[in-house]
């Protein structure tokens, strides 16, 4: 058993950790070119199965890339003329003594802990799969690190990376939000409740030399006391788990024991003008909008404090297939009782379906609006899109629009692709689905048919005097259609 990581750096060795840094990005060793060594579309979907493929038809050349990936992501060994390879001596060295690499007496290598390409940027934490040979626990450490896993990535690209003045990163693990954030907010914040988190988010930001972050041990907000942030995010355990033995991925029978606090406290900690994005697991009930559980964490009942919500729909399971994927045993009775348990809970609870989300927070300048759309998860950075939804928002929702589009010119924001349905013989009309190009969040908008026909006669900037003329029906049918699609950003308005 390889003895795990203790995120430990003299002063003195953090040179020759972060030239072993540049070696690897030399070598290559980042997220997209990971994982297309791996034949990967995307890092994400990195999986422990196909381990032994992996190493017999991706990573037999042995280059440096191969043996990076091989020692870092694929939990493997390398041989001592392949780790010289790889590294110098001093900066293997530098990280045994960090406590993130094991050289034994003849000169193999293992990795105590994991070295997680995102972007192009390298983060430590505990491996992705602490069960496998190595390290090889029979049951995961209580204070395991959460690994950068897929919810790690789809928060990172979600996030808005506008300047920001502070920055609060909660169950921060090792650190990864807190520090992409450090790179664009003055000053940035990362707590855990695990004292071994905090020590490895803290060697990463040794290793990173982000002077403008600190990492605090505590629950939740009790470290901040009453501060207030322009950015706060969350990747927190969130698993309606019949167990809770998983403190980085269980989140009580629910699995809200955990979200449902970092809702609540939004008002207490969220600046005017800022946003928070969390990335979580929502068991969803028949008939119940997430909206509206949000809200009620929230407990917002002045009027003068209301709170828009956007919910970004990445992926669903079935109560059934979320049971199935989470149940475990050797044996097949072993196994088919893991699967009642879990299947119990989630009945218990009343979910129907298990929902991937990235829920976006910000204080409202008029009445409070929630938004739900729905995308594949992106695979390149897709924040700014999501700021850009806000923004749609409140420019369709604010009581002069209608009045401005009235004398405005208007265009298609980009390419729109239009996907028509019809049910033969059924006698139902198509219905148009359209999806703006280019973009990293590729979602789909029903449109009406007078929507669609705006859209097809936008060649170009138009008038909406003359595309109302043209279209031939109500100026107000038509103002309501134009205010649709800008809130759904599929036209723009002209400036000037």
């Keep these: 058993m390889t003895e795990r990581a203790s995120f430990s750096a003299a002063p003195a060795d953090l040179p020759s950790v972060r030239a072993a840094f540049s070696k690897l990005a030399e070598a290559g060793y980042s997220e997209s070119l990971a994982a297309q060594r791996l034949g990967l579309e995307d890092l994400a979907d990195l999986q422990w199965r196909p381990v032994p493929i992996y190493r017999a038809e991706r990573l037999a050349r042995r280059d440096r890339l191969d043996l990076a990936i091989d020692l870092f992501l694929l939990q493997g060994a390398l041989c001592r003329d392949e780790l010289a390879s790889l590294f110098s001596d001093r900066e293997c060295r530098a990280l045994v003594d960090a406590g993130v690499l094991a050289v034994d007496e003849t000169g193999a290598a293992r990795a105590r802990a994991g070295l997680f390409p995102v972007g192009h940027r390298l983060i430590f934490s505990d491996h992705a799969w602490p069960e496998l040979p190595h390290p090889g626990y029979s049951e995961v450490p209580s204070d395991q690190v959460m690994w950068i896993g897929m919810d790690s990535r789809h928060l990172a690209r979600c996030t808005s990376r506008r300047p920001f003045g502070s920055a609060l990163d909660l169950c921060t693990g090792s650190g990864i939000h807190a520090l992409l954030a ?155 009782d893991s699967v009642e348990e879990w299947s119990a809970n989630l009945r218990a609870q009343g979910y129907a379906r298990v929902v991937s989300v990235v829920i976006s927070f910000e204080w409202s300048d008029g009445d409070a609006w929630e938004r739900e759309d729905r995308s594949p998860p992106p695979r390149r950075p897709a924040g700014a899109e999501i700021d850009a939804a806000f923004l749609a928002e409140r420019m369709a929702r604010h009581p002069d629009c209608r009045e401005v589009l009235r004398t405005s010119r208007v265009c298609r924001v980009g390419p729109i692709a239009l996907l028509d349905a019809k049910v033969l013989g059924s006698g139902i009309d198509a219905k148009t689905r359209a999806t703006l190009l280019g973009q990293a969040l590729t979602m789909e908008h029903h449109l009406s048919p007078l929507e669609r026909e705006i859209l097809e006669r936008l060649e170009g900037s138009v008038g909406m005097p003359d595309l109302i003329g043209s279209l031939g029906m109500g100026e107000g049918a038509v103002i309501e259609a134009a205010a649709s699609l800008l809130r759904r950003r599929l036209i723009r308005i002209e400036p000037g």
């Excluded at 907000?221 to 033995?245: C, Q």
């Design 182 to 336: 450090s790179t664009h907010a003055g000053k940035a914040v990362a707590v855990d409740i695990n004292p071994r988190a905090v020590r490895c988010a803290r060697f990463n930001a040794e290793v990173w030399g982000s002077g403008n972050l600190e990492v605090v041990t505590g629950d939740l907000y009790e470290p901040v006391g009453e501060e207030r942030f322009d950015l706060i995010t969350a990747n927190p355990p969130f698993v309606p788990s019949p167990l809770n033995t998983l403190g980085f991925r269980d989140g009580g029978r629910s699995g809200e024991d955990i979200l449902s606090r970092i809702v609540a406290g939004l008002p207490d900690h969220l600046a005017a003008g800022g946003i928070t994005q969390i990335i979580t697991e929502l068991g969803e009930r028949d008939g119940e909008p997430l909206a509206a559980r949000l809200r009620q964490w929230l407990n917002l009942t002045a009027p003068d404090q209301p709170m828009n919500i956007h919910i970004l729909r990445l992926g669903e399971h079935t109560a059934m297939k979320y049971a199935l994927g989470h149940a475990k045993g050797d044996d097949y009775q072993t196994f088919l």
